[in-house]
Protein backbone atom coordinates (compact mmCIF):
# COMPACT_ATOMS: atom_id res chain seq x y z
CA UNK A 1 0.00 0.00 0.00
CA UNK A 2 2.75 2.34 1.17
CA UNK A 3 4.35 2.01 -2.60
CA UNK A 4 1.34 2.35 -4.34
CA UNK A 5 0.61 5.81 -2.41
CA UNK A 6 4.05 7.06 -3.33
CA UNK A 7 3.51 5.84 -7.01
CA UNK A 8 0.35 7.73 -7.10
CA UNK A 9 2.13 11.16 -5.19
CA UNK A 10 5.26 10.96 -7.93
CA UNK A 11 2.88 10.66 -10.52
CA UNK A 12 0.68 13.62 -9.15
CA UNK A 13 4.06 15.83 -8.80
CA UNK A 14 5.83 14.71 -11.70
CA UNK A 15 3.53 14.67 -14.42
CA UNK A 16 2.46 18.26 -13.99
CA UNK A 17 5.78 19.88 -13.77
CA UNK A 18 6.74 17.81 -17.26
CA UNK A 19 3.57 19.17 -18.21
CA UNK A 20 5.25 22.66 -18.10
CA UNK A 21 8.24 21.53 -20.19
CA UNK A 22 6.29 22.19 -23.85
CA UNK A 23 6.05 23.77 -27.32
CA UNK A 24 3.27 24.82 -29.25
CA UNK A 25 4.11 23.19 -33.07
CA UNK A 26 0.69 24.67 -34.41
CA UNK A 27 0.11 28.37 -35.15
CA UNK A 28 -3.14 30.03 -32.15
CA UNK A 29 -1.46 27.10 -29.45
CA UNK A 30 -4.39 24.79 -29.45
CA UNK A 31 -1.97 22.00 -29.64
CA UNK A 32 0.10 21.68 -26.91
CA UNK A 33 3.20 19.17 -26.72
CA UNK A 34 4.75 18.51 -23.46
CA UNK A 35 6.31 15.57 -21.26
CA UNK A 36 4.01 15.21 -19.23
CA UNK A 37 2.38 12.18 -21.73
CA UNK A 38 5.82 10.58 -21.88
CA UNK A 39 5.97 10.50 -18.54
CA UNK A 40 2.78 9.48 -17.50
CA UNK A 41 2.74 6.77 -20.18
CA UNK A 42 5.93 5.49 -18.82
CA UNK A 43 5.03 5.22 -15.28
CA UNK A 44 1.81 3.60 -16.57
CA UNK A 45 4.31 1.11 -17.96
CA UNK A 46 6.24 0.70 -15.48
CA UNK A 47 4.61 0.44 -12.07
CA UNK A 48 2.28 -2.36 -12.22
CA UNK A 49 0.68 -2.08 -9.20
CA UNK A 50 -1.46 1.45 -9.46
CA UNK A 51 -4.76 1.06 -11.15
CA UNK A 52 -4.84 3.31 -14.34
CA UNK A 53 -8.20 4.74 -14.03
CA UNK A 54 -7.30 6.15 -10.62
CA UNK A 55 -4.02 7.56 -11.99
CA UNK A 56 -5.21 9.17 -14.77
CA UNK A 57 -8.31 10.78 -12.29
CA UNK A 58 -5.36 11.97 -9.86
CA UNK A 59 -2.89 13.10 -12.52
CA UNK A 60 -5.68 15.02 -14.70
CA UNK A 61 -6.80 16.77 -11.50
CA UNK A 62 -3.17 17.74 -10.50
CA UNK A 63 -2.54 18.90 -13.87
CA UNK A 64 -5.16 21.34 -13.77
CA UNK A 65 -5.28 22.42 -10.47
CA UNK A 66 -1.25 23.04 -11.09
CA UNK A 67 -1.41 24.90 -13.61
CA UNK A 68 -4.12 27.15 -12.23
CA UNK A 69 -1.67 27.42 -9.50
CA UNK A 70 0.77 28.98 -11.92
CA UNK A 71 -1.88 31.25 -13.85
CA UNK A 72 -2.31 32.48 -10.57
CA UNK A 73 1.49 33.29 -9.61
CA UNK A 74 1.85 35.02 -13.10
CA UNK A 75 -1.44 37.22 -13.48
CA UNK A 76 -2.09 40.33 -11.37
CA UNK A 77 -5.82 38.95 -10.59
CA UNK A 78 -6.51 35.56 -10.48
CA UNK A 79 -9.30 34.56 -12.40
CA UNK A 80 -10.27 31.25 -11.24
CA UNK A 81 -13.44 30.78 -13.63
CA UNK A 82 -11.08 31.52 -16.93
CA UNK A 83 -8.55 29.56 -15.70
CA UNK A 84 -10.47 26.85 -14.67
CA UNK A 85 -12.16 27.12 -18.12
CA UNK A 86 -9.12 26.80 -20.23
CA UNK A 87 -7.70 24.03 -18.62
CA UNK A 88 -10.31 21.61 -17.32
CA UNK A 89 -10.20 19.94 -20.73
CA UNK A 90 -6.87 18.30 -19.63
CA UNK A 91 -8.49 16.04 -17.02
CA UNK A 92 -10.03 14.45 -19.37
CA UNK A 93 -7.11 14.14 -21.45
CA UNK A 94 -5.44 12.32 -19.08
CA UNK A 95 -8.82 10.61 -17.44
CA UNK A 96 -9.05 8.83 -21.63
CA UNK A 97 -5.40 8.26 -22.17
CA UNK A 98 -5.59 6.02 -18.75
CA UNK A 99 -8.89 4.67 -19.64
CA UNK A 100 -7.93 3.46 -22.74
CA UNK A 101 -5.20 2.14 -21.34
CA UNK A 102 -6.95 -0.33 -18.98
CA UNK A 103 -9.33 -0.84 -21.79
CA UNK A 104 -6.56 -1.95 -24.15
CA UNK A 105 -5.19 -3.96 -21.50
CA UNK A 106 -1.60 -2.91 -22.10
CA UNK A 107 -0.17 -3.71 -19.27
CA UNK A 108 -0.36 -7.45 -20.28
CA UNK A 109 1.22 -7.07 -23.65
CA UNK A 110 5.09 -6.80 -22.20
CA UNK A 111 6.13 -9.65 -24.66
CA UNK A 112 4.75 -7.42 -27.69
CA UNK A 113 6.44 -4.10 -27.22
CA UNK A 114 5.66 -3.32 -30.97
CA UNK A 115 2.05 -3.95 -30.19
CA UNK A 116 2.11 -1.36 -27.43
CA UNK A 117 3.96 1.25 -29.09
CA UNK A 118 0.56 0.95 -31.66
CA UNK A 119 -1.73 1.25 -28.90
CA UNK A 120 0.46 3.88 -27.29
CA UNK A 121 -0.04 6.14 -30.43
CA UNK A 122 -3.85 5.46 -30.61
CA UNK A 123 -4.66 6.52 -27.11
CA UNK A 124 -2.83 9.46 -27.25
CA UNK A 125 -4.31 10.69 -30.51
CA UNK A 126 -8.03 9.31 -29.63
CA UNK A 127 -6.85 11.10 -25.93
CA UNK A 128 -5.97 14.28 -27.60
CA UNK A 129 -8.97 14.62 -29.97
CA UNK A 130 -11.12 14.35 -27.25
CA UNK A 131 -9.13 17.39 -25.35
CA UNK A 132 -9.27 19.31 -28.42
CA UNK A 133 -12.92 18.37 -28.96
CA UNK A 134 -13.41 20.15 -25.47
CA UNK A 135 -11.60 22.91 -26.13
CA UNK A 136 -13.12 23.81 -29.31
CA UNK A 137 -16.85 24.00 -27.54
CA UNK A 138 -15.77 27.61 -26.61
CA UNK A 139 -13.07 28.46 -29.30
CA UNK A 140 -14.94 27.15 -32.30
CA UNK A 141 -11.68 26.13 -33.98
CA UNK A 142 -12.01 23.38 -36.69
CA UNK A 143 -9.75 20.28 -36.55
CA UNK A 144 -8.39 19.99 -40.05
CA UNK A 145 -6.58 17.43 -41.61
CA UNK A 146 -3.20 18.94 -40.48
CA UNK A 147 -4.14 19.17 -37.28
CA UNK A 148 -4.63 15.26 -36.95
CA UNK A 149 -1.37 14.69 -38.64
CA UNK A 150 0.69 16.30 -36.28
CA UNK A 151 -0.91 14.59 -32.98
CA UNK A 152 -0.83 11.63 -35.08
CA UNK A 153 2.94 12.43 -35.95
CA UNK A 154 3.51 13.78 -32.13
CA UNK A 155 2.25 10.69 -30.46
CA UNK A 156 4.20 8.01 -32.70
CA UNK A 157 7.47 10.05 -31.48
CA UNK A 158 6.57 10.25 -28.00
CA UNK A 159 5.02 6.64 -27.64
CA UNK A 160 7.68 4.81 -29.43
CA UNK A 161 10.61 7.16 -27.49
CA UNK A 162 8.80 5.53 -23.96
CA UNK A 163 8.17 2.37 -25.78
CA UNK A 164 12.55 2.17 -26.26
CA UNK A 165 13.62 3.97 -22.57
CA UNK A 166 11.34 1.20 -20.70
CA UNK A 167 12.31 -1.61 -23.03
CA UNK A 168 15.88 -0.75 -22.11
CA UNK A 169 15.19 -1.09 -18.42
CA UNK A 170 13.17 -4.05 -19.14
CA UNK A 171 16.36 -5.45 -20.52
CA UNK A 172 18.50 -4.06 -17.43
CA UNK A 173 16.27 -5.82 -14.88
CA UNK A 174 16.30 -8.87 -16.74
CA UNK A 175 19.93 -9.45 -16.70
CA UNK A 176 20.26 -8.29 -13.01
CA UNK A 177 17.62 -11.17 -12.68
CA UNK A 178 19.59 -13.82 -14.46
CA UNK A 179 22.52 -13.06 -12.96
CA UNK A 180 21.35 -13.04 -9.56
CA UNK A 181 19.95 -16.56 -11.14
CA UNK A 182 23.61 -17.63 -12.29
CA UNK A 183 25.08 -16.28 -9.05
CA UNK A 184 22.75 -18.74 -7.06
CA UNK A 185 23.04 -21.61 -9.50
CA UNK A 186 26.94 -21.31 -9.33
CA UNK A 187 26.94 -21.07 -5.15
CA UNK A 188 24.15 -24.43 -5.01
CA UNK A 189 26.44 -26.05 -7.42
CA UNK A 190 29.58 -25.51 -4.86
CA UNK A 191 27.60 -26.72 -2.44
CA UNK A 192 26.60 -29.72 -3.93
CA UNK A 193 30.07 -30.62 -5.21
CA UNK A 194 31.30 -30.21 -1.26
CA UNK A 195 28.21 -32.43 -0.54
CA UNK A 196 28.97 -34.77 -3.35
CA UNK A 197 32.46 -35.16 -1.43
CA UNK A 198 31.56 -36.28 2.01
CA UNK A 199 28.35 -38.56 0.41
CA UNK A 200 31.20 -40.32 -1.34
CA UNK A 201 33.34 -40.57 1.71
CA UNK A 202 30.68 -41.59 3.57
CA UNK A 203 29.47 -43.92 1.32
CA UNK A 204 32.93 -45.64 1.45
CA UNK A 205 32.60 -45.33 5.52
CA UNK A 206 29.55 -47.67 5.48
CA UNK A 207 31.43 -49.89 3.20
CA UNK A 208 34.26 -49.82 5.56
CA UNK A 209 31.71 -50.14 8.55
CA UNK A 210 30.17 -53.53 6.93
CA UNK A 211 33.33 -55.30 6.43
CA UNK A 212 34.32 -54.46 9.92
CA UNK A 213 31.02 -55.79 11.13
CA UNK A 214 31.53 -58.67 9.30
CA UNK A 215 34.91 -59.21 10.68
CA UNK A 216 33.96 -58.57 14.39
CA UNK A 217 30.92 -61.31 14.16
CA UNK A 218 32.99 -63.35 12.56
CA UNK A 219 35.77 -62.71 15.67
CA UNK A 220 32.78 -63.49 17.92
CA UNK A 221 31.81 -66.95 16.53
CA UNK A 222 35.31 -68.09 16.73
CA UNK A 223 35.90 -66.79 20.34
CA UNK A 224 32.33 -68.63 21.20
CA UNK A 225 33.56 -71.86 19.70
CA UNK A 226 36.79 -71.44 21.80
CA UNK A 227 34.85 -71.27 24.88
CA UNK A 228 36.02 -67.61 25.89
CA UNK A 229 32.52 -65.96 26.58
CA UNK A 230 33.49 -62.88 27.87
CA UNK A 231 35.54 -61.73 25.00
CA UNK A 232 33.22 -63.42 22.81
CA UNK A 233 30.29 -61.06 24.05
CA UNK A 234 32.91 -57.61 23.94
CA UNK A 235 33.17 -58.74 19.90
CA UNK A 236 29.80 -59.10 19.37
CA UNK A 237 28.91 -55.77 21.13
CA UNK A 238 31.42 -54.27 18.78
CA UNK A 239 30.11 -55.79 16.25
CA UNK A 240 26.40 -54.39 17.05
CA UNK A 241 27.96 -50.92 17.73
CA UNK A 242 29.14 -50.61 14.25
CA UNK A 243 26.33 -51.92 12.69
CA UNK A 244 24.27 -49.05 14.35
CA UNK A 245 27.32 -46.44 13.26
CA UNK A 246 26.38 -48.43 9.59
CA UNK A 247 22.60 -47.75 9.75
CA UNK A 248 23.42 -44.22 10.85
CA UNK A 249 25.38 -43.01 7.97
CA UNK A 250 22.84 -45.25 5.79
CA UNK A 251 20.45 -42.72 7.26
CA UNK A 252 22.51 -39.96 6.32
CA UNK A 253 23.68 -40.68 3.30
CA UNK A 254 19.96 -40.89 1.86
CA UNK A 255 19.11 -37.68 3.57
CA UNK A 256 21.93 -35.98 1.60
CA UNK A 257 20.67 -37.89 -1.71
CA UNK A 258 17.63 -36.50 -1.35
CA UNK A 259 18.69 -32.88 -0.53
CA UNK A 260 20.82 -33.15 -4.06
CA UNK A 261 17.60 -34.10 -5.95
CA UNK A 262 15.74 -31.45 -4.56
CA UNK A 263 18.02 -28.76 -6.62
CA UNK A 264 17.39 -28.11 -10.28
CA UNK A 265 20.39 -28.11 -11.36
CA UNK A 266 22.62 -29.94 -14.48
CA UNK A 267 24.15 -32.91 -13.95
CA UNK A 268 26.47 -32.38 -16.87
CA UNK A 269 28.03 -30.15 -18.18
CA UNK A 270 30.64 -29.29 -20.53
CA UNK A 271 34.23 -28.61 -19.54
CA UNK A 272 33.88 -24.57 -20.43
CA UNK A 273 31.35 -24.12 -18.24
CA UNK A 274 32.55 -26.18 -15.00
CA UNK A 275 35.91 -24.68 -15.06
CA UNK A 276 34.55 -20.64 -15.76
CA UNK A 277 31.97 -21.36 -12.55
CA UNK A 278 35.21 -23.14 -10.77
CA UNK A 279 37.54 -19.60 -11.79
CA UNK A 280 34.30 -17.11 -10.75
CA UNK A 281 33.85 -18.45 -7.42
CA UNK A 282 37.78 -18.95 -6.39
CA UNK A 283 38.46 -15.25 -7.58
CA UNK A 284 35.98 -14.35 -5.30
CA UNK A 285 37.61 -16.38 -2.42
CA UNK A 286 41.08 -14.61 -3.61
CA UNK A 287 39.43 -11.73 -3.32
CA UNK A 288 38.58 -11.74 0.37
CA UNK A 289 41.75 -13.32 0.85
CA UNK A 290 43.21 -10.10 0.03
CA UNK A 291 45.09 -11.94 -2.55
CA UNK A 292 45.83 -11.11 -6.43
CA UNK A 293 45.26 -14.16 -8.62
CA UNK A 294 45.78 -14.65 -12.54
CA UNK A 295 44.20 -17.42 -14.46
CA UNK A 296 45.03 -19.02 -17.41
CA UNK A 297 43.23 -22.11 -19.00
CA UNK A 298 43.98 -24.14 -21.76
CA UNK A 299 41.25 -26.53 -22.78
CA UNK A 300 42.00 -28.47 -26.31
CA UNK A 301 40.15 -31.62 -27.94
CA UNK A 302 36.77 -32.46 -28.03
CA UNK A 303 35.62 -32.94 -24.72
CA UNK A 304 31.79 -34.54 -23.83
CA UNK A 305 29.76 -33.20 -21.67
CA UNK A 306 31.13 -34.50 -17.96
CA UNK A 307 29.24 -35.40 -14.39
CA UNK A 308 29.05 -31.91 -13.09
CA UNK A 309 29.39 -32.42 -9.40
CA UNK A 310 32.34 -35.03 -10.10
CA UNK A 311 34.65 -33.16 -11.93
CA UNK A 312 33.80 -29.50 -10.24
CA UNK A 313 34.61 -31.71 -6.63
CA UNK A 314 37.64 -32.98 -8.08
CA UNK A 315 39.16 -29.52 -9.82
CA UNK A 316 37.22 -26.99 -7.27
CA UNK A 317 39.40 -28.67 -4.62
CA UNK A 318 42.78 -28.24 -6.26
CA UNK A 319 42.54 -24.97 -7.03
CA UNK A 320 40.94 -23.94 -3.91
CA UNK A 321 44.37 -25.46 -2.51
CA UNK A 322 46.24 -23.57 -4.76
CA UNK A 323 44.53 -20.14 -4.04
CA UNK A 324 45.93 -20.80 0.02
CA UNK A 325 49.15 -21.82 -1.43
CA UNK A 326 49.15 -17.81 -3.17
CA UNK A 327 50.96 -15.50 -0.22
CA UNK A 328 49.68 -12.11 -2.10
CA UNK A 329 50.27 -12.33 -5.55
CA UNK A 330 50.49 -15.30 -7.96
CA UNK A 331 48.98 -17.54 -11.32
CA UNK A 332 47.20 -20.09 -11.59
CA UNK A 333 47.10 -22.53 -15.01
CA UNK A 334 44.87 -25.05 -15.87
CA UNK A 335 44.90 -27.02 -18.61
CA UNK A 336 42.49 -29.68 -20.19
CA UNK A 337 43.39 -32.21 -23.12
CA UNK A 338 41.68 -35.40 -23.89
CA UNK A 339 43.41 -38.48 -24.71
CA UNK A 340 41.87 -41.35 -25.94
CA UNK A 341 39.37 -42.60 -23.72
CA UNK A 342 41.18 -40.40 -20.82
CA UNK A 343 40.89 -36.68 -20.15
CA UNK A 344 44.31 -35.11 -18.44
CA UNK A 345 43.72 -32.38 -16.30
CA UNK A 346 46.77 -30.13 -15.18
CA UNK A 347 46.26 -27.73 -12.09
CA UNK A 348 50.10 -25.38 -11.57
CA UNK A 349 50.29 -22.70 -9.33
CA UNK A 350 53.53 -20.56 -8.11
CA UNK A 351 53.02 -20.58 -4.86
CA UNK A 352 54.61 -21.72 -1.24
CA UNK A 353 55.65 -25.16 -2.79
CA UNK A 354 55.55 -27.90 -1.45
CA UNK A 355 58.72 -29.09 0.07
CA UNK A 356 60.59 -32.32 -0.49
CA UNK A 357 60.29 -33.78 2.82
CA UNK A 358 56.70 -33.41 2.54
CA UNK A 359 55.75 -34.93 -1.29
CA UNK A 360 56.02 -38.33 0.52
CA UNK A 361 52.60 -37.61 2.45
CA UNK A 362 50.69 -35.25 0.60
CA UNK A 363 48.11 -37.32 0.22
CA UNK A 364 47.71 -39.11 3.68
CA UNK A 365 45.08 -38.58 5.79
CA UNK A 366 45.46 -36.19 8.67
CA UNK A 367 48.32 -34.76 6.99
CA UNK A 368 48.67 -30.88 7.02
CA UNK A 369 50.62 -27.82 6.56
CA UNK A 370 47.74 -25.15 7.16
CA UNK A 371 47.52 -23.48 10.42
CA UNK A 372 44.57 -20.69 11.09
CA UNK A 373 45.55 -17.29 12.50
CA UNK A 374 45.00 -19.44 16.01
CA UNK A 375 47.48 -21.79 15.25
CA UNK A 376 45.11 -24.30 15.07
CA UNK A 377 46.17 -27.06 12.03
CA UNK A 378 43.36 -27.92 9.19
CA UNK A 379 42.03 -31.12 9.07
CA UNK A 380 44.33 -32.39 6.10
CA UNK A 381 42.00 -34.70 4.62
CA UNK A 382 40.97 -32.65 1.67
CA UNK A 383 43.53 -34.27 -0.84
CA UNK A 384 42.73 -37.73 0.21
CA UNK A 385 39.35 -37.32 -0.57
CA UNK A 386 40.36 -36.10 -3.76
CA UNK A 387 42.66 -39.04 -4.01
CA UNK A 388 40.03 -41.71 -3.02
CA UNK A 389 37.29 -40.17 -5.71
CA UNK A 390 39.69 -39.81 -8.13
CA UNK A 391 41.01 -43.60 -7.51
CA UNK A 392 37.23 -44.86 -6.68
CA UNK A 393 36.47 -43.70 -10.57
CA UNK A 394 39.64 -45.33 -11.82
CA UNK A 395 41.87 -42.15 -12.13
CA UNK A 396 45.37 -41.39 -10.76
CA UNK A 397 46.49 -38.05 -8.85
CA UNK A 398 49.78 -37.23 -8.86
CA UNK A 399 52.99 -34.40 -8.24
CA UNK A 400 54.86 -33.52 -10.88
CA UNK A 401 58.57 -32.41 -10.04
CA UNK A 402 58.90 -29.26 -11.07
CA UNK A 403 62.68 -27.73 -11.96
CA UNK A 404 60.78 -23.97 -10.57
CA UNK A 405 61.23 -23.58 -7.21
CA UNK A 406 58.12 -23.25 -5.11
CA UNK A 407 55.68 -23.97 -8.46
CA UNK A 408 53.37 -27.15 -7.83
CA UNK A 409 51.95 -29.21 -10.34
CA UNK A 410 48.60 -31.68 -9.64
CA UNK A 411 48.37 -34.03 -12.64
CA UNK A 412 45.42 -36.07 -13.03
CA UNK A 413 44.32 -38.93 -15.62
CA UNK A 414 40.18 -39.55 -15.24
CA UNK A 415 38.16 -42.16 -18.08
CA UNK A 416 35.89 -40.22 -19.68
CA UNK A 417 33.50 -43.18 -18.95
CA UNK A 418 33.36 -42.58 -15.48
CA UNK A 419 32.70 -39.09 -15.89
CA UNK A 420 30.23 -39.31 -18.94
CA UNK A 421 27.89 -42.50 -17.33
CA UNK A 422 24.39 -41.38 -16.57
CA UNK A 423 22.10 -43.30 -13.65
Known sequence: ??????????????????????????DGGNIRVSLGTPVFFFILLWSRKIHPILAGILTGVSVVFFRIFLYGIQSDSIHFGEAFHNNFPVFFYYLSFALFFYVFKINTMYERPFLIGVYGVLIEVFSSMIEISLRNLSSHMPITISTFLVIGGIAVIRSFFVLGFFNILILRETRLAEEQQ???????????????????????????AEELTSSCYGLYRSLKTLGHQEEAQAALKIA???????????H??????????????????????????????NKTYGEMLGKSIDYHVNISGEHPHYHTFTLFSIINNLVTNAVEAILVKGSIELSVERNDDSVVLNVCDNGCG???KNKPFIFEPGFTTKFDQTGVASNGIGLSYIKNIIEGIGGEIKLLDSVMKKKTTFKLVLPITALTERG
Do not use: C, W
Not at 252 to 279: C, P
Open 354 to 356: ISV
Open 240 to 250: GEIHEIKKDNQ
Open 1 to 26: MREKLLTYLFMMTAVPIAGELKFYPL
Open 252 to 281: IYAGLSRLMVKEDLTDFMNIEEIISIIIRS
Open 182 to 208: RNRNEQILLLISNLYIEMLQLKKSVKN
